[in-house]
């Protein structure tokens, strides 16, 4: 098997200016054959030449950046390569945490070459999800090359040649299917002498059928996969992760399930579900390897379980109190609901306690590339661990994992029979049971039900109270909401409110002119300003910022007649829009600005120079422009009386 693993070293597939280059380890039959650097352009190269069974990426987000891109990517590699995410699929794990399943270390995780090795070695033996975002049909359309245009003597005998060539290959195309036996949709577009255009739905993969795009004289043959609604993520193995499960039987059943690194897998409770359905439940969150109850002696209904599932039994050596069953929870940080699934939780996390410092020895054990939760289930089990590797090697645990998978289809079967048939005793003797219990209860309705008519009475007074308190209390409600969005907006009202009194206060003063500071010039900062400060007449409004500006933004400055702009590295575009507007923009550097805040001060006299020197580049200006506009007036007339002259000869 040959994968390649990538990282991204530097830039981006978001970035125009920094192209993205990556770091490209290869891997062949399980070991590290090369490793380099390489663009996105020269990378499709290197997997178009080389073919690789396997791309392996941490996230798809560094090859693509968004599901179009992503699609246009995927097309681009070859028919046998799979692109392959290790980190799982749309509920990602980091690359460190897939890696350590296989007890494989990261030797530097801020290095791409380390990262790229080690997604590459992970997606060998099994880790990630494929990334799939094609259907298993494709199309295939047969057209012409170029345009029949207006044409001459010989047009017909043109458009007979073009729609007769794409006839031939449609009909070559169309016995390739049939020897190969694909099912097909054909439509057709009929043209003079042939036809225009064919197109073909194949039931089949693109890289199933031996018809590929090109582009002749006449025609051109167009070989296109359909994109799937919505791209899917596949594991790469299906064999479920072993599990310690603990047990909370009675009537309301709890059970929670903890992965073999002591993650919560699953955890829940219900009095709706019988003992089958718990079964399925069960097996749904991973394959149990210890089944777990929380007293000393284990319930015969966990022990059926955990019989059904072939597991290892674990039970405390004492009976637990609730306190100290809480603080098992507690200290592990999961949270639960009720005192069954409480109990639960806290029988499997025991369980796995129990078995925690026989884990850590397997991994320092144990060589990187085998499947950790494969080892530690068969040392559960009271297999050694020498006995588990001599039977195992990295390259044949996928294998193992797709065998017993379908095992498990022909076994599964017969253990479900045989397990259902004790459920249907169970149940024959309980159902005996309960018919006795139901004379004694129907004797019991009779007498319950004459009390029931008296307390009918009652209750519906007490329902009649309890639905006035109920509106009362969504009312008050409604008004406290009310209140504190009121609150809120009046708070906001009173910083403003005395930040246009500091303003007033600048105002008041001699030697200073108040500024208003705008910290980008866009529609939205300037709207954000008019909100927060106002902008009156005779403002002077301070820039921090001018990328981004456009005219109508100068516009609405203009309009509002404000005194002056003063800005600090603008361009000439931005100048000369001031000045077509005849509002005075100021360098930052001839008026100098103190801020505090959103509002600030300048000197009066700096002030006015700057405003004395805007004013004699704008009469500047204004005579540049009326002679520009005399010229202009001059030239055309003189190219109108030059084309007078050439009429009349």
Not at 150 to 178: C, F, M, P, T
Not at 306 to 320: G, I, L, N, Q, W
Not at 325 to 336: L, R
Not at 500 to 507: E, P
Request: aromatic residues 6%; proline residues 3%; positive net charge.
């Amino acid at each position: 098997m040959k994968v390649f693993g990538i990282d991204i070293i530097k830039g981006s597939v978001r970035s125009r200016t920094k192209k993205p280059v990556f770091a490209l380890a290869k891997r062949e039959d399980g070991k590290l054959t090369q490793t380099e650097e390489a663009s996105l352009y020269r990378l499709i190269r290197v997997l178009n030449k080389e073919k690789p069974d396997i791309l392996a990426v941490d996230s798809t987000r560094e090859v693509s950046k968004n599901q179009q891109e992503l699609i246009f990517f995927m097309q681009s590699l070859p028919a046998g390569t799979k692109l392959v995410q290790v980190t799982g699929g749309e509920r990602q794990e980091s690359l460190p945490r897939v890696a350590a399943r296989y007890n494989i270390k990261l030797s530097d995780r801020f290095d791409p070459f380390s990262e790229a090795k080690t997604s590459a070695h992970v997606a060998e033996l099994g880790a990630g999800c494929e990334v799939v975002a094609f259907e298993n049909s494709c199309d295939i359309v047969v057209s012409r090359s170029r345009s029949i245009g207006k044409g001459g003597w010989s047009q017909n005998r043109y458009i007979r040649k073009i729609h007769g060539s794409v006839l031939l290959k449609a009909r070559e195309i169309e016995d390739i299917l049939r020897e190969k036996g694909f099912r097909y949709d054909k439509k057709e577009s009929k043209g003079f002498g042939g036809l225009k255009r064919v197109s073909f739905h194949v039931c089949a993969a693109k890289n199933e059928i031996s018809v590929q795009s090109e582009k002749h004289s006449d025609f051109q043959v167009r070989v296109s996969a359909r994109k799937l609604d919505r791209i899917k993520y596949l594991p790469q193995t299906v064999r479920k992760r072993p599990v310690i499960v603990g047990i909370d039987p009675g009537t309301t059943f709890g059970f929670a399930a903890v992965s073999l690194d002591g993650e919560l897998v699953a955890l829940k409770s219900s009095r709706q579900m019988s003992l089958s359905d718990w079964t399925e439940e069960i097996s749904s969150a991973g394959k149990p390897v210890v089944i777990a109850s929380d007293i000393a002696k284990m319930p015969a209904s966990v022990e059926k379980i955990r019989r059904a599932f072939k597991a290892v039994s674990y039970t405390p050596k004492e009976d637990r109190t609730q306190d100290e069953k809480a603080s098992i929870c507690i200290s592990s940080g999961f949270e639960f609901k009720n005192d069954h699934e409480r109990d639960s939780l806290s029988a499997a996390l025991e369980a796995y306690r129990s078995y925690k410092n026989k884990f850590k020895s397997i991994e320092r054990r144990i060589p990187p590339g085998y499947d950790l939760d494969y080892v530690r289930s068969g040392v559960i089990k009271g297999l050694s661990v020498e006995r588990i590797l001599s039977e195992i090697s990295p390259d044949s645990l996928k294998e193992d994992e797709t065998k017993e998978e379908i095992a498990a289809e022909f076994s599964g079967t017969d253990t479900r029979v045989s397990h259902l048939e004790g459920i249907i005793k169970d149940l024959r003797s309980h159902v005996s049971s309960l018919q006795a219990d139901n004379e004694k209860k129907s004797s019991e309705i009779k007498g319950l039900k004459k009390i029931l008519s008296s307390e009918r009475t009652k209750r519906a007074e007490e329902r009649q109270k309890s639905r006035e308190i109920s509106g009362m209390d969504s009312q008050i409600t409604t008004l406290k909401r009310r209140l504190k969005k009121e609150q809120k907006n009046t708070q906001r009202l009173l910083k403003r409110i005395s930040r246009l009194k500091r303003f007033a206060d600048l105002q008041m003063g001699g030697d200073n002119i108040p500024v208003k500071i705008l910290p980008a010039f866009t529609k939205e900062g300037l709207s954000a300003l008019e909100d927060d400060l106002g902008i009156s007449e005779g403002d002077i409004i301070c820039v921090s910022k001018t990328g981004g500006w456009g005219k109508a933004t100068v516009l609405m400055l203009s309009k509002s007649h404000i005194k002056a702009v003063i800005a600090e590295n603008f361009d000439e575009k931005l100048d000369e829009a001031f000045r077509e507007e005849k509002t005075p923009l100021l360098k930052a550097s001839e008026a100098f600005v103190s801020i505090r805040g959103r509002t600030g001060s300048v000197k009066r006299e700096d002030f006015e120079k700057a405003l004395l020197k805007w004013s004699s580049g704008q009469e500047k200006f204004e005579s540049e422009k009326k002679k520009r506009m005399i010229e202009d007036i001059v030239r055309e007339y003189k190219s109108e009386r030059e084309v007078e002259a050439r009429k009349n000869g």
